[in-house]
């Protein structure tokens, strides 16, 4: 009887079933709640977007500018709301800018600035959760000084090389045409060619602190995805998510890339095949064809540079560089064959990419990287692994190299003449020989003073490698703080991702940290400045800095999982004892 009663007692308990059915109903009810709160701030802020944008454009009648303030308003307004999602989109919306930009945007710059419209209200929604909730803004402590370090030197930069170009010097406009005609291009002393004496004092023009402070945002300015990237990546299936994301955008971007050949090949565009003189070398938006922007093809000077999805060839090659890291990452280390084979597909595009795009940058330092990612992960004595991925990769290029001999050649042929021509270890040199005369002052030149982009606030000098540059604009304590970040951030990472035992995110973890090393150390052109290396150097730092932790949370998960059955096998021995 006793039994019989506790039995009916206990089936008479359906508290387990009733629990779970009330926290799938709150579930959806909070997921009804965030759908229905999200479409009704698109909708607003659309509304007060068009409001604005109607009567803007009719002012100014620039319907571009209506255009990117309808749609820019609601972009910000949802990045700041929902900063993780926004990050996400940050990085599909950089892969299309340059597209974007020419063939919706006319060029207008704002649309090519658009994708910090995701990332900057994203940030500060981040910084402003992780206040709340007592998070780390600095997200370790080891980058701590390093950082700060060279945020005073770019800091003592702009105020005193930037600020006092602003307050102390007189405009160039407001001399005499013979004051202007003897000045030096960049506003500095020069001598009277006849005497020989100093007879003009320093000028400014256009605004140097405005030129600074963008000059700055270029330098610094992504340094924060450190902190985005830690605190959006927070187990390993996002981890495993950003892989499968970028070597999708790798595969669409590198497919339209190899479209947007075949259509300047058969006449569907004509590139600059009608060009004369000197404009049959040089790349002009005028030319673009199907996707990006400046293109240069000129089949009877054998003159191609390809600017695939971006807004430039040189921001192509280094896409194109900067994913056979990506490529190789997901085709070696995704547990998925799909995916992984989705990684070998990629990576055989950016291949054939690298070879008919025309940059001979990208030709060169490809299959470099390949090999030194094979070396220094150690994927290379996975003979598993690696044979399979290297023979079909070999049969891929193969045939493409068969079906094309005379464009492999002839890539071949331009990347010889161009080394013969002026090699990389002179051209170098000869830039760090410019930056070191041209040196005024210990603090440099000016932040922006030969950044391309700050252009619209004022001259800039054509310094055409890094290092050097960082040396032109911020004098020598700047340049050796950045390297001495640079280079902290090389062994901070590597401590992190060699500290996680867990094979697959290992993996992950070594062909990120390669393309850091490499990046970091540089020396020739100016990749750091050049979306899309800009954007994943950052970002992949703060991955590979919570790698440590994203293995600790797979631990605590799968400790987890295994505590029920653990339980119920210890029911039924409780059973069989009684």
């Not at 005497?195 to 256009?206: E, M, N, W």
């Not at 565009?269 to 240069?296: I, N, P, Q």
């Not at 191609?304 to 999805?309: F, W």
């Not at 050097?468 to 001495?484: D, H, Q």
Request: glycine share 6%; proline share 5%.
């Amino acid at each position: 009887m006793a039994r019989a009663k506790r039995g009916r007692k206990q089936k008479s308990q359906p508290s387990k079933p009733i629990s779970n059915i009330k926290e799938r109903l709150l579930q959806k009810r909070k997921a009804k709640e965030a759908r229905n709160k999200l479409i009704s701030l698109i909708i607003i802020c659309s509304i007060v977007g068009i409001a604005i944008a109607i009567p803007l454009g009719l002012l100014s009648n620039n319907l571009k500018l209506a255009l990117a303030v309808a749609v820019g308003l609601p972009c910000l307004v949802f990045s700041y709301f929902y900063p993780r999602p926004a990050l996400w989109v940050f990085l599909i919306y950089m892969c299309f800018a340059g597209t974007i930009t020419y063939w919706i945007g006319g060029g207008n710059a704002l649309f090519q600035l658009a994708k910090d419209a995701f990332y900057l209200p994203a940030l500060v929604a981040l910084i402003q959760e992780c206040r709340r909730q007592r998070k780390r803004i600095i997200v370790n402590s080891n980058l701590k000084l390093t950082f700060f370090l060279l945020v005073a030197a770019t800091l003592m930069t702009l105020f005193f090389v930037n600020g006092l170009q602003q307050v102390a010097l007189p405009h160039c406009d407001s001399l005499s045409d013979y004051d202007v005609y003897l000045r030096a291009p960049d506003g500095s002393l020069i001598l009277n060619p006849e005497t020989g004496i100093v007879i003009l004092t320093p000028c400014k023009k256009g605004i140097p602190l405005l030129q600074g402070i963008l000059g700055m945002k270029v330098f610094i300015g992504y340094i924060p995805l450190i902190f985005c990237a830690y605190y959006l990546i927070e187990d390993k299936k996002q981890l495993v998510f950003l892989g499968r994301l970028l070597v999708v955008l790798a595969i669409v971007c590198c497919s339209l890339g190899i479209i947007q050949f075949l259509m300047l090949k058969v006449g569907i565009c004509d590139g600059t095949r009608a060009a004369v003189a000197g404009e049959l070398f040089r790349a002009t938006t005028e030319a673009k064809c199907l996707v990006g922007g400046s293109l240069l093809y000129s089949p009877s000077q054998a003159q191609i540079r390809l600017p695939g999805t971006f807004v430039s060839p040189w921001h192509w090659a280094w896409f194109l560089i900067a994913n056979s890291f990506i490529t190789f990452s997901v085709a070696f280390s995704d547990r998925s064959l799909f995916w992984r084979t989705a990684g070998l597909g990629g990576l055989a595009l950016v291949f054939i990419n690298a070879v008919i795009c025309g940059q001979r940058i990208a030709l060169a330092l490809v299959p470099v990287c390949v090999f030194i990612s094979l070396i220094l992960t150690g994927q290379i004595a996975n003979l598993k692994r690696f044979i399979p991925i290297a023979t079909l990769l070999g049969l891929i290029l193969t045939t493409v190299a068969f079906i094309n001999p005379a464009i492999v050649q002839e890539r071949v042929d331009s990347f010889v003449d161009r080394w013969n021509t002026a090699p990389p270890h002179e051209f170098i040199i000869k830039q760090m020989k410019f930056a070191v005369n041209n040196q005024k002052g210990i603090l440099g030149r000016g932040l922006g003073k030969a950044t391309n982009s700050t252009r619209v606030f004022g001259d800039t000098a054509l310094v055409e490698t890094y290092h050097p540059k960082l040396l032109y604009e911020t004098g020598y304590p700047g340049l050796i703080a950045f390297m001495i970040f640079t280079t902290n951030i090389v062994i901070v990472t590597f401590k992190s991702y060699r500290s996680v035992k867990t094979p697959s995110i290992r993996s992950f973890g070594s062909g990120f940290w390669v393309f850091i090393f490499i990046i970091s150390f540089f020396p020739y052109w100016y990749p750091l400045d050049t979306d899309p290396v800009a954007v994943y150097y950052w970002f992949f730092t703060g991955v590979l800095l919570k790698l440590p932790k994203i293995e600790q949370e797979e631990a605590n998960k799968n400790l987890e999982g295994d505590i029920p059955a653990k339980s119920r096998r210890s029911r039924k021995v409780i059973r069989r004892i009684a």
